[in-house]
């Protein structure tokens, strides 16, 4: 939805309604709540006019009581679903007991985050940040800083085609999709982008300025697509060979997702560095870097780098949480059985689609349906019947369920998506 706010202004807003005194529910409706939304937020999303108020296990409702099946889960964030009361539980209780200290001081929550965190990711040190594009941030940083200290001399950095790492400027400098760079550049210099899927176009752009490899193990933006595993393999080699990091960016295919607690664990290439956010704090806002010892022994020292908010005791809460929940309920035997059952049927929706499916790509429950064009009107159409989904790229369907989605709720989406195909 696109707001003229000149029109707005001139019809539809009431100054006296605007008097903030009135503003409560009572005295707006669901599209006054919207027009006022659009005149005091910045305009860089188009919305559809639904105003969610709350939600329950793999369905959020809006403020008209409407019911809809979740399958974006907040852009693969909320893997427990909406409402777990174990986890707010604990939230709650950590608001009460210490919101923040900030990072100056220790507190008990960062212990077992920080515990549960490099024991599930198999690296050694963590750091935590408030957003996925800043443990990017981190990383990248981390990276330059370790061949700055071993005085190699090296800065480059390799990123893949179709790559997405987030919105600030380290992280999009190694995002590919033009559009979200052009308008800003300059970006950070010494950024090459390779093939994803494609050896041979990563070792031609590696030179003895190569500072780090960076990739998502499975592409999410960029269409949900998932690393060969010879390709990840062969990009490991490479690294080794030439004393080139690797670092993985797991935000979104990372936590239990794919099947596997992170993607990278499905190849067995284990990286030097990698990120994740989205699902670790379950709609939390919290995110973190990683490395192993040998980096982090050359890496971010005092003084390097740091955060006001980063790994608060409710952010920390969360993650540790979230681990001792995946863990006690073995989200990941529940990931892999439901991801099979989801796989499919969409392979038999596929086979009864005439054509109008053309491709099916994922692990677990991180799928993409490909269309023989865009998805914009089968989202939408979707969102009206009561579903949600997302796209991934313009001819991509993203499937992102919450990860405790049940065979009922696959059954409820295939049978919407079938219509509005
Ligand atoms: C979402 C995402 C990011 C950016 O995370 P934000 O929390 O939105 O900053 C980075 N990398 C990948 C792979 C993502 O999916």
């Not at 919305?47 to 409407?66: A, M, Q, S, W």
């Not at 190569?210 to 949900?224: D, R, S, V, W």
């Not at 697509?225 to 010879?230: L, S, V």
Request: proline content about 3%; glycine content about 10%; aromatic content about 8%.
């Amino acid at each position: 939805m696109i707001v003229n706010k000149e029109l707005m202004n001139k019809e539809l807003m009431n100054k006296e309604f605007m008097n903030k005194e009135l503003m409560n529910k009572e005295f707006m409706n669901k599209e006054q709540m919207i027009q006022e939304t659009e005149e005091n937020l910045l305009h860089v999303y188009n919305r559809p006019g639904i105003v969610f108020d709350h939600g329950e296990g793999c369905y959020l409702y809006d403020t008209e009581g409407n019911r809809y099946l979740d399958f974006a889960a907040g852009i693969a964030v909320c893997g427990l679903g909406y409402g777990d009361a174990e986890f707010q539980d604990a939230l709650k209780a950590q608001v009460d007991k210490l919101l923040h200290t900030s990072n100056l001081f220790y507190h008990t929550a960062c212990a077992d985050a920080a515990r549960a965190l490099t024991r599930i990711s198999g690296m050694d040190r963590v750091f935590f940040t408030n957003s996925g594009t800043e443990a990017i941030e981190g990383a990248l940083k981390s990276a330059r800083k370790y061949a700055w200290a071993k005085g190699t001399g090296r800065y480059e950095f390799i990123a893949m085609s179709d790559s997405f790492h987030g919105r600030s400027m380290g992280a999009l400098s190694v995002t590919e999709h033009q559009e979200y760079r052009t308008p800003f550049e300059p970006l950070i210099s010494g950024v090459k982008f390779a093939k994803f899927n494609d050896l041979e176009s990563v070792k031609a752009l590696i030179t003895d300025k190569t500072c780090a490899i960076i990739l998502e193990p499975l592409q999410g933006e960029g269409g949900i697509n998932p690393g060969t595993t010879e390709f990840l393999q062969g990009v490991r080699q490479l690294c080794d060979e030439n004393g080139i990091l690797l670092i993985a960016d797991e935000i979104q295919c990372g936590m239990a997702r794919t099947g596997k607690m992170f993607a990278w664990q499905i190849s067995g290439v284990k990286p030097d560095i990698m990120t994740m956010a989205k699902a670790i704090g379950n709609g939390v806002p919290v995110g973190a870097f990683a490395m192993t010892e040998e980096v982090a022994k050359y890496s971010l020292a005092p003084g390097d780098h740091g955060t006001t908010y980063g790994g608060n005791p409710l952010a920390c809460t969360a993650v540790a949480k979230v681990v001792e929940i995946f863990e006690k309920r073995n989200i990941l035997a529940h990931v892999n059985e439901m991801g099979a059952y989801l796989r499919a049927r969409l392979e038999e929706l596929q086979a009864q689609s005439g054509g109008r499916i053309t491709e099916l790509r994922g692990l677990g429950l991180i799928q993409g349906i490909r269309l023989n064009g865009p998805v914009g009107e089968v989202t939408k159409k979707a969102l009206s019947r009561g579903l949600i989904i997302i796209s991934a790229r313009a001819d991509v369907i993203r499937l992102v369920p919450p990860l405790i989605v049940e065979k009922e709720q696959i059954d409820e989406m295939v049978s919407i998506v079938k219509e509005c195909l």
